[in-house]
Every structure is written in structure tokens, then in C-alpha cells.
């Protein structure tokens, strides 16, 4: 993985980068000591970004704004000795929060979870439309949704059409994020915004109704998801 942490405390970036070197040691590690010289470098982004939230002059939150309106794919991770800041942090979906009480502690279960992330990346679904053969990361699907004898497979840029069910889509993805939440939709847990009683809503601003009979297995699912 290539990693960058950010934060204005020199003891915290020495004690992270040297605990990554020595936990992940095939990983890249940048250090930055403000969300500016982070934003300007013309280094790629990173795999990871390790984000402290309460930082002078440019915070992390505004740093996160910035990763937003760049649509990169960078983890975040928040870093933060202030709890009751992590609710504010929501709103720029980060992957997870660390607590500085217990950095170490919480940073290696984290970081394995980045590693399952981004090697999930990797994985593509193939099939059939329109006598064609398509190839799509698995990332890149926000739902499949049942339409009488077809399923359409929705993402960002487009709608394709298969010919399956419902139920052999869910046994071939097992394993992946994805959530049955109605009988007529399987979603990636990877692109949920928003969740409601009843619906949730996708970072493509789609929103998907949620099952009676899924609720309370599939928000249960969801919330450890956005939590983890």
C-alpha cells in the first residue's frame, strides 16, 4: 500500500510511520505536517491517508472537502484525540477512525482492513449483455436490481442488462460488499451515503428502498460497515 499520514504532531507521524514500516513493511509511507504541503504535493494520492481531523490552519475535514471535489479514491482515515469530532466527519465518508488514545492499538486492524479494501478493488464481474461479454470491476457496480426476467447492473456511467436472478447474483458476489436490502435489490455497501428507516441513499444520489423483511439484518450489516 502507499500511504500518507498528515498530522501536525511530529511524535505522532514518527510513531505511526515507523509502527507502518514495521507492521506492513512492503508498504510506502509519506509524512506530511500540514493538510497544505499534503494537498500541493505532486506525489500520487496515496492508497491510504491517515488524516488528523484537528489540525492549524488547514483542518482535516477541509482536507477531506478537497479529496471530495477530486473524486480520488484515497482511503481516509481519521485520526483524532477528539471524539465528538468524528460525528462532523461523517458527512466526507471516511473508511475508518483511529483514536490517538489507542493509535496502535486500533491501527493495525484498521490498516488489514485497508489491504481487504483495496485488493477487493481488484476483483471484476464478467457477463453477458447484449451478446456482448463485459468486464466490470466490482467496485465500480452500485446495485443490481430485479426486472421481471432480467436484472439491470447499475453504476456511475451506465446501465447494463443480464439475464439472471437475483439469488445466483448474491451466491457468485458472497464474499464481496454486497447486501441484499429487498427482494429487488443488491447493493454495494461500498458507495451507501446515507441510511434511513427505510431507504438509504447512494453516493451516485440514487436511493434504494429497504425490504421489511431485510431491515433488521441488512442495517445491522450496513452500520458495521460504515462503522468498521
Known amino acids: 500500500m502507499n500511504?500518507?499520514?498528515?498530522?501536525?504532531?511530529?511524535?505522532?507521524?514518527?510513531?505511526?510511520?515507523?509502527?507502518?514500516k514495521d507492521e506492513f513493511p512492503e508498504s510506502k509511507v509519506q509524512?506530511?505536517?500540514?493538510?497544505?504541503?499534503?494537498?500541493?504535493?505532486?506525489?500520487?494520492?496515496?492508497?491510504?491517508?491517515?488524516?488528523?481531523?484537528?489540525?492549524?490552519?488547514?483542518?482535516?475535514?477541509?482536507?477531506?472537502?478537497?479529496f471530495a471535489q477530486e473524486k480520488a479514491r484515497t482511503l481516509i482515515v481519521f485520526v483524532t484525540a477528539h471524539d465528538e469530532l468524528v460525528y462532523d466527519s461523517f458527512k466526507y465518508h471516511p473508511f475508518?477512525?483511529?483514536?490517538?488514545?489507542?493509535?496502535?492499538?486500533?491501527?493495525?486492524?484498521?490498516?488489514k482492513d485497508c489491504e481487504k479494501e483495496i485488493e477487493g478493488r481488484k476483483r471484476h464481474f464478467v457477463f453477458q449483455s447484449a451478446s456482448k461479454t463485459i468486464n466490470i470491476a466490482e467496485s465500480d457496480i452500485l446495485y443490481f436490481e430485479s426486472q421481471a426476467?432480467?436484472?439491470?447492473?447499475?453504476?456511475?456511467?451506465?446501465?447494463?442488462?443480464?439475464?439472471s436472478t437475483m439469488a445466483?447474483?448474491?451466491?457468485?458476489?458472497?464474499?464481496?460488499?454486497?447486501?441484499?436490502i429487498h427482494k429487488g435489490f443488491l447493493v454495494n455497501?461500498?458507495?451507501?451515503?446515507?441510511?434511513?428507516?427505510?431507504?438509504?441513499?447512494?453516493?451516485?444520489?440514487?436511493k434504494l428502498p429497504i425490504g421489511k423483511s431485510y431491515s433488521e439484518a441488512a442495517k445491522e450489516s450496513i452500520l458495521r460497515y460504515m462503522r468498521r
Request: glycine content about 6%; some cysteine.
Open 96 to 111: 475508518a477512525f483511529v483514536r490517538k488514545k489507542f493509535l496502535l492499538e486500533e491501527l493495525r486492524n484498521v490498516l
Open 3 to 20: 500511504i500518507a499520514l498528515c498530522d501536525d504532531e511530529e511524535k505522532i507521524l514518527e510513531e505511526l510511520a515507523s509502527f507502518i
Open 189 to 206: 455497501l461500498e458507495h451507501i451515503k446515507i441510511l434511513k428507516s427505510d431507504t438509504l441513499e447512494l453516493d451516485s444520489g440514487a
Open 168 to 180: 445466483n447474483i448474491e451466491r457468485e458476489l458472497q464474499g464481496s460488499d454486497f447486501l441484499r
Open 149 to 163: 426476467n432480467y436484472l439491470a447492473l447499475c453504476t456511475k456511467d451506465g446501465d447494463y442488462r443480464l439475464r
Open 31 to 66: 509524512t506530511f505536517a500540514d493538510g497544505e504541503s499534503f494537498i500541493s504535493s505532486t506525489q500520487e494520492r496515496p492508497d491510504v491517508l491517515l488524516l488528523d481531523i484537528d489540525m492549524p490552519g488547514m483542518s482535516g475535514m477541509e482536507v477531506a472537502s478537497h
